[in-house]
C-alpha cells in the first residue's frame, strides 16, 4: 500500500516537488512549452496562496520549490481577495460564476462557494494537482493529444524552513541546467527561478529574498546565495569580474566540470566540495523524503512514529560526499547517493 505523502498541514511548511513527463519523454522540449509551465507555476502559486522560492523546468520534469501558508491564514482569506485569485487564474466568463457565487444572496450559497475554494488552496498537493492538469489540458489540446501526461504522483521533499536548507535545495534545483550541461551558469536558463531573478523578475527575486528566511534586501541576499550556487570563490556582484567565468577562475571551472570523477569520489566514500557536488544528482535532494537539521528530522520522526518500522530508533541519516553542514535526512536511500 502506497504511503502518505509526507505533509505537514497546519502549519507553514517548504516542499521539493518533482514531476516527471510520463516515459520520461521530452514533451517539454519547446520554449514554447516551457514558457507556458512558467507562467502557470506563477499564476497558480498566487490563486493557491503558495510561495514560489525557486523552479526549474528541464524537458522530461519540473521541480519546484514553495512554502504553504499556516491553515488558519487561509481560512480567515476575505471574499475580496477570493475573487482575485479567481480572476487571475480564469477567464472572464468562469471566474464570475465563482464571483457571483461569493456575491449570493444565500448564505448556504456563498458558504459553498467559498469552501469549495478554500478546499483547493494552501495545500502543496493541491498546488501540483491543479498544475500538472491545467497544464496537461493545456498541452492536449494544443498537440492534439490525449492521454496522461504526467508519470505518476509527484515526488516531494519536505524542507525545513531554515536559510542554510533553502538555499542548498534552492541551489540544486537551479544548477538542473548546469549538471544537463545546457549552460555553465544557471542565470543564462531562461525556465529557472534564479535566472528570472537576475533578469529582474520581481515575484522571482522574491523568492531568493525569502530564502533567507528574514527581512533582507535584494543585494545581499543574491550575493549570498551566488555563494552556495558557486561556492567562495563566487564574486560577491551581481555579474561576474573580468577574467573570470561566474566568479570561477578557468582552471576551477575545468576541476568543477568533472563530474564523473566528484561522482566516483562521492560514492566510494570520499568528499568533494558542495559547490562540486551540487552539480552532480544528489538523491538525498530528490528521496529524502524530509531533509534539515538532525534536531528538525528527529523532531519530525518522533511525530510520525507510526509512519516508520517498530526496529528503528532515529530518524536522521546524514548526508555524505560533501561538508552539508547540519543537513540530514530522513529516509535511507536504496540507490548510490549520486547520479
Known sequence: MRQ??????????????????????????????????????????DFCGVEVLTYCIMSNHVHVLVRTPHEDDVKALPDKELMRRVRRIYGKD?????????????????????????????????????LKQRFSIWYNRSHRRAGTLWAERFKSVLVQDDSFALMTM??????N????????????????????????????????????GKRSSWESSVSRYRQIVFGKQASPKLLPSRGTRNGFSEERLQSAGDIEKAKEIMNTGGKVSREEALRC???????????????????????????????????????????????????????????
Open 170 to 175: 534552492a541551489a540544486y534545483i537551479d544548477l
Open 4 to 45: 502518505p505523502r509526507i505533509k505537514i498541514d497546519e502549519v507553514p511548511a517548504v516542499y521539493h516537488c518533482i514531476s516527471r513527463i510520463v516515459g520520461a519523454a521530452f514533451l517539454l522540449e519547446g520554449e514554447r512549452e516551457k514558457e507556458v509551465l512558467r507562467n502557470q507555476i506563477w499564476k497558480v502559486a
Open 177 to 212: 541546467p548546469v549538471r544537463a550541461g545546457l549552460v555553465d551558469d544557471p542565470s543564462q536558463y531562461r525556465f529557472c527561478g534564479y535566472a528570472e531573478a537576475m533578469g529582474g523578475f520581481r515575484p522571482a527575486r522574491k523568492g531568493i529574498v525569502k530564502l533567507m
Open 94 to 130: 468562469k471566474a464570475e460564476v465563482f464571483v457571483n457565487g461569493l456575491n449570493d444572496r444565500d448564505p448556504d450559497v456563498r458558504s459553498r462557494f467559498r469552501a469549495n475554494l478554500l478546499s483547493r488552496m494552501g495545500d502543496v498537493s493541491q498546488f501540483m494537482k491543479e
Open 281 to 339: 544528482r544528489v538523491r538525498y535532494f530528490t528521496d529524502g523524503a524530509v531533509l534539515g537539521s538532525k534536531e528538525f528530522v528527529q523532531s519530525f520522526f518522533e511525530e510520525n512514529l507510526d509512519r516508520f518500522g517498530a526496529k528503528r530508533r532515529d530518524g536522521p541519516r546524514p548526508l555524505k560526499g560533501s561538508d552539508w553542514g547540519e543537513l540530514a535526512c530522513i529516509r535511507d536511500l536504496r540507490r548510490e547517493v549520486f547520479g
